[in-house]
């Protein structure tokens, strides 16, 4: 981790109260490759736009990067970059407190808890363990309630799907003391390849009503602009993160003209001309979410360190 950290560098939790109140949301942009976090800064940079920056644990598997390489890579590229911007570093979804603490330890400044194949009891459980620890730190917790179906089985391992219940919301985010709650309401992870994305607004307005915590959506590669919207935008607040992931990783491999994906030691080890095209591509990506999906560029001045 870095001797010092600058103090545009935040939590999740500052993020989403201002993303909240400005009714936008925030992008919580999944890296895979650490030669990708560069482009992700930038696009925040240029567009003026606070940012999450994130990697999940079977991202971290898959990909052959640690927590700690990851800490270091954004770490250094926020410096070596001058990035002005309200920026996040975020362990996505992730089941091992190991690699939460590890993460924790490497200055990432939130951890997401996902225990969300338990019972809710188990999973009110682990999630208010791991947020009094990643508290005690001074780091954010988001947890999940309700399981996100996928179609990569990149971020998470199984495709079935079950929505968040409003009540059990309540009771979950009451106990577990969770800064934001990732809420499962008909996005999946991945491509949609034959299931239409949705986003159940109804179901979102329930959760909202009973509880006061920020809600996250999982799986916003694919959506719509206007299902996203229609959910930041709802009365007392909706949805205030959206993760995107595989969208920013398609752009890279369609750039490269590859199908298969890489390990980061493969892509650390492209020609530099390559790398900085695949990187250009990445930065064009998250800068069309940041201005036409999410609405958060501009609102970096919206923050007070």
Same mark, same amino acid.
């Given at each position: ?105 490497? +200055?990432?400044? *939130?951890?997401?808890?996902? &225990?969300?194949?338990?019972? /809710?009891?188990?999973?009110? !459980?682990? #999630?208010? @363990? ?106 007392? +607040?909706?949805? *205030?993160?959206?993760?995107? &992931?595989?969208?920013?990783? /398609?752009?890279?491999?369609? !750039?490269? #003209?590859? @199908? ?46």
């Amino acid at each position: 981790m870095t001797d010092v950290k600058q103090n545009n560098i935040i939590t999740l939790k500052k993020a989403l109260e201002q993303a909240e109140k400005g009714s936008y949301a925030a992008g919580s942009f999944s890296f895979r490759y650490t030669d990708m976090i560069l482009p992700i800064l930038r696009a925040g940079e240029q567009t003026n736009s606070p940012l999450i920056v994130q990697v999940s644990q079977k991202e971290l598997d898959r990909y052959g990067v640690t927590p700690f390489e990851a800490g270091e890579v954004f770490y250094k590229t926020m410096k070596d970059e001058n990035i002005t911007v309200p920026t996040v570093l975020h362990l996505d979804h992730t089941k091992d407190f190991q690699v939460i603490k590890d993460a924790i330890e490497a +200055g990432f400044t *939130s951890v997401m808890i996902d &225990a969300s194949e338990h019972p /809710l009891d188990k999973n009110i !459980e682990i #999630s208010a @363990e791991v947020a009094e620890y990643a508290h005690s730190a001074g780091v954010s917790v988001e947890a999940e309630l309700g399981m996100i179906g996928t179609t990569d089985f990149i971020e998470s391992d199984r495709d079935e799907e079950l929505y968040t219940d409003p009540g059990e919301a309540l009771e979950f985010v009451t106990k577990t003391k969770a800064d934001a709650l990732a809420v499962s309401v008909g996005t999946a992870h991945g491509v949609y390849k034959v299931k239409e994305p949705t986003v159940d607004l109804e179901r979102l307005k329930a959760i909202r009503a009973l509880t006061p915590v920020h809600l996250v959506l999982h799986g916003g590669s694919g959506v719509p602009a206007n299902m996203i919207q229609a959910a930041m935008s709802l009365p007392n +607040g909706g949805i *205030s993160k959206v993760n995107i &992931a595989t969208d920013l990783e /398609l752009s890279l491999l369609k !750039e490269l #003209s590859r @199908e298969e994906r890489m390990t980061n030691k493969e892509c650390k080890a492209l020609p530099a001309d390559k790398k900085m095209a695949g990187q250009q591509a990445v930065q064009k990506t998250v800068t069309d979410k940041i201005e036409n999906f999410l609405k958060s560029a501009k609102h970096a001045n919206d923050f007070q360190y």
